[in-house]
């Protein structure tokens, strides 16, 4: 069955650095998501990217994160200057018709 | 008002037991509706998918959505310490390319 892949399963990074979480959507899809779930709360929607470009996003999605497509294959989410709140699980999705599909998450620590 | 509203729990029951799992929502215009489960440190799995109101059933589980009432469930019969998990519902707008998660309610079914 299809997978949503993510990478790197676990990523350390210093308050104040910039990280770059990467995932691989379903070969066919056109929608992709990033979601994200500070540890025992829920899962918070960030952003969605269709056609090359966000579609949607929350509150959440501020000036510090950004999203790209940088190739055929990839979908990234890059978070500039982290903070220690920044810490948490996130989560691509990709998705066709309604159904989506999330990879196994990133787990962020900021330290 | 939260959009979608789930009791966390957490539910404890014995195996074989009946399971529910409720939710409910404010947006009118959801027309989506999903049950994830999620396992923990992994990323959701999709369990049941329903557009519009009505009845689903797949195997031991059953999904109902009463859009005249917003609210949603999920029934696991012939519960089993497998099932053992958050369960998180989820739904969407049509052409809203945004899906909102409940709080999920974390279940554990006793051997």
């Known amino acids: 069955e299809p997978e949503v892949t993510q990478t790197p399963s676990h990523q350390v990074t210093q308050m104040g650095q910039e990280v770059i979480l990467r995932c691989v959507p379903i070969s066919n899809h056109l929608y992709f998501y990033w979601y994200r779930q500070i540890l025992g709360q829920k899962v918070e929607f960030l952003v969605s990217f269709y056609n090359n470009e966000i579609s949607e996003k929350s509150e959440i999605f501020d000036d510090q994160f950004s999203v790209e497509r940088p190739d055929g294959s990839n979908f990234t989410l890059k978070i500039r200057s982290t903070k220690l709140e920044d810490s948490a699980m996130y989560f691509c999705?990709?998705?066709?018709?309604?159904?989506?599909?999330f990879g196994s998450g990133t787990r962020l620590t900021v330290v | 008002q939260k959009e979608v509203e789930q009791d966390p729990g957490p539910l404890s029951v014995p195996e074989g037991a009946i399971v529910s799992l409720n939710c409910t929502y404010s947006n009118s215009a959801f027309q989506y509706f999903m049950w994830y489960r999620q396992y923990s440190r992994k990323g959701p799995e999709l369990l049941m998918y329903?557009?519009?109101?009505g009845n689903k059933e797949d195997g031991r589980f059953t999904a109902q959505v009463d859009k005249s009432s917003k609210y949603i469930s999920l029934f696991i019969r012939d519960s089993q310490p497998s099932d053992s998990a958050t369960y998180l519902c989820a739904m969407s707008a049509i052409n809203n390319n945004d899906m909102r998660f409940g709080a999920g309610t974390r279940l554990t079914v006793k051997p």
């Open positions: 999705a990709s998705s066709d018709t309604g159904r989506y599909t």
């Open positions: 329903t557009y519009s109101s």
